[in-house]
T-cell receptor, first 113, second 112 residues
Framework: SQQGEEDPQALSIQEGENATMNCSYKTSINNLQWYRQNSGRGLVHLILIRSNEREKHSGRLRVTLDTSKKSSSLLITASRAADTASYFCATVSMNSGYSTLTFGKGTMLLVSP | NAGVTQTPKFQVLKTGQSMTLQCAQDMNHEYMSWYRQDPGMGLRLIHYSVGAGITDQGEVPNGYNVSRSTTEDFPLRLLSAAPSQTSVYFC???????????FGPGTRLTVL
């Protein structure tokens, strides 16, 4: 079953605008990760935030984590057409001593020139 | 480094046929996993391995077998293909089970 649920399912913005995607999850986690998938391609790891962290930055990406609300957000600042892709959150939880990564259904982001 | 490689890129099978999807990584990662991606369903974990000789089931293991004889390779076997197994299959590796994953380019499988 999906652990993370992204919101919105689809987002359309203009170049230069900021894009915010949200993720909610259900159970306790070790960390939460965000991935990008361009059409027809494999997933690319963007950023990982641990359960004891509240905010993390990487270039134009800003991720927040609120473990009390079991939610995370991904902010892409000054979006570019090349940011057009699907974005997935994924959570790491412990499973019989080994951690597994569980994905949400993703947010499709369209950035128009 | 080639990263994570998958072969074939595309495959069409008839119901009941068997085949093996190949996955290899050259990063000396202990942790490898297989996912399937279906429209509207996101990615679902099929099987994973924490090292050579150690595998375990994920969320949707039925109809699939795996083995891990070397650190580099983690093949996925479809025993008797069914139309429900039509999907895009991704292999991923990481240095640890809590680390970010490196994904392969995927295999698009159609079962008729």
């Amino acid at each position: 079953s999906q652990q993370g649920e992204e919101d919105p399912q689809a987002l359309s913005i203009q170049e230069g605008e900021n894009a915010t995607m949200n993720c909610s999850y259900k159970t306790s986690i070790n960390n939460l990760q965000w991935y990008r998938q361009n059409s027809g391609r494999g997933l690319v790891h963007l950023i990982l935030i641990r359960s004891n962290e509240r905010e993390k930055h990487s270039g134009r990406l800003r991720v927040t984590l609120d473990t009390s609300k079991k939610s995370s957000s991904l902010l892409i600042t000054a979006s570019r057409a090349a940011d057009t892709a699907s974005y997935f959150c994924a959570t790491v939880s412990m499973n019989s001593g080994y951690s597994t990564l569980t994905f949400g259904k993703g947010t499709m982001l369209l950035v128009s020139p | 480094n080639a990263g994570v490689t998958q072969t074939p890129k595309f495959q069409v099978l008839k119901t009941g046929q068997s085949m093996t999807l190949q996955c290899a990584q050259d990063m000396n990662h202990e942790y490898m996993s297989w996912y399937r991606q279906d429209p509207g369903m996101g990615l679902r974990l099929i099987h994973y391995s924490v090292g050579a000789g150690i595998t375990d089931q994920g969320e949707v293991p039925n109809g699939y077998n795996v083995s891990r004889s070397t650190t580099e390779d983690f093949p996925l076997r479809l025993l008797s293909a069914a139309p429900s197994q039509t999907s895009v299959y991704f292999c991923a590796s990481s240095s640890g089970s809590t680390s970010g994953r490196y994904f392969g380019p995927g295999t698009r499988l159609t079962v008729l």
